[in-house]
């Protein structure tokens, strides 16, 4: 997608003044974020500052303290009655998660299921998809993974950066309207690394909306509309890549940058 019809496309996530307590606390405090259809938006900061807590609020890992998010134009977690939000049952949070795919920092493989079986399963039985629709479209990603063939294997028999790649094919068998990355390279040895983020890459180019929280700074550089740079629970400035990585206005955002380097 071209970046001006990303600006003029619609809105899949609108989160508005978002915030988090672990008891006293405070972990986001007041985040904003809106993300356009095909927009990649890379999500930078120091550990600690509240990324992990931002995603998992997306799609409701995490409850909020207060703030509301918007995908794809449904408020998440809560049913709102007037004015009061009422959490949602487990239920209900699971047929909103369908639509949001996630892929972490260690990649939450079934250990005692076959590729083909972790990718197949959760769309037979949470989009209604027979088998052999679930494994034609398995097979489909697992090529569009660089793992054509490797239906059989199982999890313990595959290097780190390939069971990345097998999550992310299972996150997208369930045809999600947005991808979520926790640092999906960081448990990854460096020589694993650009495998799965020539993936993620792919994904991008493909138009799929994405946020993603990476300390890999060339990947943000080439690959996100957008920059978001968070510290202490703030979103301490944003931009295209070029203003938040290469010309920063922040010195917080220069201090992380320098100690990224
Ligand atoms: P990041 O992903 O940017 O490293 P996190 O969102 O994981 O940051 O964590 C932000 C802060 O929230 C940290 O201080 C962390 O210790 C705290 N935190 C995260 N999850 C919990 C939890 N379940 N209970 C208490 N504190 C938490
Ligand atoms: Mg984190």
Redesign the pocket.
């Given at each position: 997608m071209s970046d001006r019809s990303k600006q003029s496309a619609s809105v899949v996530v609108e989160a508005t003044d978002v915030h988090k307590s672990?008891?006293t606390?405070d972990?986001l405090k007041g985040i904003n974020l809106t993300v356009r259809k095909g927009e990649v938006v890379c999500l930078l900061?120091?550990?600690?500052?509240?990324?992990?807590?931002?995603?998992?609020c997306i799609n409701h890992l995490?409850t909020m303290t207060s703030g509301r998010i918007v995908v794809d134009g449904q408020l998440i977690g809560y049913h709102e009655r007037g004015d009061e939000l009422h959490e949602m049952s487990g239920k209900e949070l699971a047929v909103q998660r369908r639509d949001i795919g996630m892929v972490f920092q260690r990649f939450n493989l079934f250990a005692h299921q076959d590729v083909l079986t972790n990718i197949s399963q959760a769309p037979i039985l949470n989009r209604g998809k027979s088998r052999d629709q679930a494994v034609a479209r398995a097979k489909q990603l697992l090529k569009m993974v660089d793992l054509e063939g490797r239906e059989g294997a199982y999890p313990y028999q595959l290097s780190g950066g390939q069971q990345q790649r097998v999550a992310i094919a299972r996150a997208l068998a369930m045809e999600p309207k947005l991808m979520l990355f926790?640092?999906p390279t960081s448990a990854l040895d460096p020589e694993l690394v650009g495998e799965v983020l020539s993936v993620m890459r792919k994904l991008a180019d493909e138009g799929m909306t994405m946020i993603v929280?990476t300390h890999e700074m060339s990947f943000a550089r080439d690959v996100a509309d957008r920059v978001v740079f968070?510290d202490q629970?703030v979103v301490v400035e944003e931009g295209t890549a070029r203003d938040v990585i290469d010309s920063p206005q922040q010195e917080r955002t220069r201090a992380f940058l320098r100690r990224m380097h």
């Open positions: 672990f008891g606390l972990v900061g120091p550990s600690g500052s509240g990324k992990s807590t931002f995603l998992r995490e926790d640092e929280v968070m629970g």
